[in-house]
């Protein structure tokens, strides 16, 4: 397997410890969670997502764990402002803040909350089982370039995640990157649901939700690969991915950094594990490595 030379590293205005960040809404939903993934290895963090009003979310089953991944429907449950609050023990650390809203104006309500308290702001324009929120304003590149831009005038790092579940994701990319993108992180999890066969109805509460983890991991590299060579802002890959060969794959596709998020799930300490064999002091520089499949 190649491996990189050890380092920290600075994407889209970021500046993180190493190429690995904790994908939003996995242990996300306090300072102690947070500040226990970066103390794991973790390079940055990414809180739960956090909106305008605070949401209970859907009903349950709300997560269920399959053979390839998990099927969630959390409906984005969220305390809203109440949670700048947790950040407090975080002062100074890589942590980006998830936010979303229902309009640009929201969107911009939300991030000045947290102005000045955290690193950058991604922006959550993807989630595929949020009704009025996430994936149903992704999906339109006039409002995605938007709500960048509503966020990204503050100056502060703009980070957009993209949903996988539209026609074209290279023309939400340039969206995002005309709005004023620091970067894009591809991808959210894709719409899928499954059923009980002895219950005779869909397992989650919501119908609906989002598949993440290993099933997912082709369709995410498709996605960053496509997105290289569309957009000229960095690039951070997500979904599925679980091995230091995952990240050397998605990072040849053109990621500069990636998340990861379900893997957590089966091993807290993933972020090591994976470090530990990803890194070498002779090894390859991350340039190198970034994109080089286009060759």
Same mark, same amino acid.
């Given at each position: 397997?190649?491996?990189?030379?050890?380092?920290?590293?600075?994407?889209?205005? =970021?500046?993180?410890?190493?190429?690995?960040?904790?994908? $939003? /809404?996995?242990?996300?939903?306090?300072?102690?969670?947070?500040?226990?993934?970066?103390?794991? /290895?973790?390079?940055?963090?990414?809180?739960?997502?956090?909106?305008?009003?605070?949401?209970?979310?859907?009903?349950?089953?709300?997560? =269920?764990?399959?053979?390839? /991944?998990?099927?969630?429907?959390?409906?984005?449950?969220?305390?809203?402002? #109440?949670?700048?609050?947790?950040?407090?023990?975080?002062?100074?650390?890589? !942590?980006? +803040?998830?936010?979303?809203?229902?309009?640009?104006?929201?969107?911009?309500? =939300?991030?000045?909350?947290? $102005?000045?308290?955290?690193?950058?702001?991604?922006?959550?324009?993807?989630?595929?089982?949020?009704?009025?929120?996430?994936?149903?304003? @992704?999906? #339109?590149?006039?409002?995605?370039? +938007?709500?960048?831009?509503?966020?990204?005038?503050?100056? $502060?790092?703009?980070?957009?995640?993209?949903?996988?579940?539209?026609?074209?994701?290279?023309?939400?990319?340039?969206?995002?990157?005309?709005?004023?993108?620091?970067?894009?992180? $591809?991808?959210?999890?894709?719409?899928?649901?499954?059923?009980?066969?002895?219950?005779?109805?869909?397992?989650?509460?919501?119908?609906? @939700?989002?598949?993440?983890?290993?099933?997912?991991?082709? =369709?995410?590299?498709?996605? !960053?690969?496509?997105?290289?060579?569309?957009?000229?802002?960095?690039?951070?890959?997500?979904?599925?991915?679980?091995?230091?060969?995952?990240?050397?794959?998605?990072?040849?596709?053109?990621?500069?950094?990636?998340?990861?998020?379900? +893997?957590?799930?089966?091993?807290?300490?993933?972020?090591?594990?994976?470090?530990?064999?990803?890194?070498?002091?002779?090894?390859?520089?991350?340039?190198?490595?970034? @994109?080089? +499949?286009?060759?």
């Amino acid at each position: 397997m190649v491996s990189i030379r050890p380092g920290t590293v600075t994407v889209g205005g =970021v500046a993180l410890e190493n190429h690995l960040i904790l994908a $939003a /809404g996995i242990l996300g939903t306090t300072g102690a969670s947070l500040l226990r993934m970066l103390t794991l /290895g973790a390079g940055g963090v990414v809180t739960k997502s956090i909106g305008p009003v605070p949401k209970d979310g859907h009903a349950g089953p709300c997560l =269920v764990v399959l053979e390839d /991944g998990l099927l969630n429907a959390m409906g984005l449950p969220n305390p809203s402002q #109440d949670f700048v609050n947790e950040l407090a023990p975080l002062t100074k650390k890589p !942590v980006i +803040a998830s936010i979303f809203g229902g309009s640009p104006d929201e969107f911009a309500t =939300v991030a000045g909350w947290f $102005a000045g308290k955290v690193a950058g702001f991604e922006l959550n324009l993807s989630c595929p089982h949020a009704e009025g929120y996430g994936a149903a304003m @992704g999906s #339109d590149p006039a409002l995605v370039e +938007a709500c960048t831009r509503a966020v990204s005038r503050s100056g $502060a790092p703009t980070w957009v995640k993209l949903t996988p579940n539209v026609t074209d994701i290279t023309a939400i990319g340039k969206a995002a990157e005309r709005g004023g993108a620091s970067a894009i992180v $591809a991808i959210n999890t894709v719409k899928a649901m499954r059923i009980s066969t002895a219950l005779r109805r869909p397992v989650l509460g919501n119908r609906v @939700g989002g598949l993440s983890g290993s099933a997912v991991f082709p =369709v995410a590299v498709r996605c !960053v690969y496509e997105l290289y060579e569309a957009v000229r802002i960095p690039i951070i890959g997500c979904g599925g991915i679980a091995t230091a060969d995952n990240v050397v794959e998605m990072m040849m596709a053109g990621a500069r950094a990636v998340e990861i998020g379900s +893997a957590v799930q089966r091993d807290a300490t993933v972020f090591e594990l994976i470090k530990n064999e990803l890194y070498a002091k002779g090894g390859a520089g991350a340039e190198e490595i970034v @994109g080089c +499949a286009h060759a």
